[in-house]
């Protein structure tokens, strides 16, 4: 995310984590989608600044940042962390989803992901920028969002480990 919140990263010079990535523009979003992957090949996708999924290699969902709120698989569940800032420090509170507000994280989730794998597919999408050294990014995309639309019970990447 940008440094400070108010700011719009150019995720395309700055993610260098993404050592694939890409900028696609369609019609009917007023902000660009930015997908990339990490070496170890987790996708992350980011519509416009908000909402953001990262996903482990397999495709299943390990973090989000929707609707200002940033969420951590804990396998089972989503942590919601909400920032509580103070005027010294800001504190992360945590607070596990319920299985109803699970369920409809995930449906709304799937839908940004179905929605963009067949804006893919119909070809509804240009692409404005990208830094790709294999030269497939929208066929790797396109392949991750099956993988992640094709998990049914196991969607959640297992639990992620605070920083020491």
């Not at 963009?116 to 404005?128: A, F, H, K, T, Y």
């Amino acid at each position: 995310m940008a440094k400070n919140e108010a700011d719009r990263e150019d995720l395309i010079r700055e993610a260098t984590a993404l050592v694939n990535r890409v900028e696609l523009t369609c019609a009917g979003t007023d902000e660009p989608i930015t997908a990339g992957f990490r070496r170890q090949n987790g996708l992350s996708l980011f519509f416009g600044q908000d909402p953001v999924y990262q996903f482990d290699p397999e495709g299943r969902l390990r973090r989000a940042f929707v609707d200002g709120k940033v969420y951590r698989s804990q396998h089972m569940t989503l942590a919601e962390m909400t920032r509580v800032r103070t005027e010294t420090q800001t504190i992360l509170s945590r607070t596990d989803l319920q299985p109803d507000d699970l369920a409809a994280f995930r449906a709304k989730m799937n839908d940004r992901l179905s929605d963009l794998r067949n804006r893919i597919q119909d070809e509804q999408i240009r692409v404005s920028r990208v830094v790709d050294s294999r030269g497939d990014i929208l066929v790797r995309l396109a392949e991750a969002l099956d993988g992640a639309l094709q998990h049914t019970e196991d969607w959640l990447s297992s639990q992620i480990r605070r920083r020491a």
